[in-house]
């Protein structure tokens, strides 16, 4: 079983930085992929940004030269460093993890999500 805890959201100003972290834990062999998503009321799950075992990344367009995503293999963590926020960013951001169990069994989960409130 896999675990992710996700945090760092808050309420900023437009213009302004917020970095958010997640943590994974539990029986894990291997992470070939971590990423963000985000889901704004009235909207459909977006891509944020993801980030391959080898670090690869792709962003959504909207976040192109605003975010940057990173991760620490050995702390089993992904990061979005998220700067010149602006309102439309409001959602709750998801961490998601991607790999292998100890018992080579894949697992696809996610965090409980984080909101972050981008308003003057």
């Known amino acids: 079983q896999v675990q992710l805890v996700d945090s760092g959201g808050g309420l900023v100003q437009p213009g302004t930085s917020l970095r958010l972290s997640c943590v994974a834990s539990?029986?894990?062999?291997?992470?070939?992929?971590m990423g963000w998503f985000r889901h704004a009321p009235g909207k459909q799950r977006e891509l944020v940004a993801t980030i391959t075992r080898g670090g690869a990344t792709n962003y959504g367009d909207s976040v192109k030269g605003r975010f940057t995503i990173s991760s620490d293999n050995a702390k089993i963590s992904v990061y979005l460093q998220m700067n010149s926020l602006k309102p439309e960013d409001t959602a709750v951001y998801y961490c998601?993890?991607?790999?292998?169990?100890?018992?080579?069994?894949?697992?696809?989960?996610w965090g409980q999500g984080t909101q972050v409130t981008v308003s003057s």
């Open positions: 539990g029986s894990i062999l291997t992470i070939n992929e």
């Open positions: 998601n993890m991607k790999g292998l169990t100890k018992r080579y069994s894949p697992f696809d989960d």
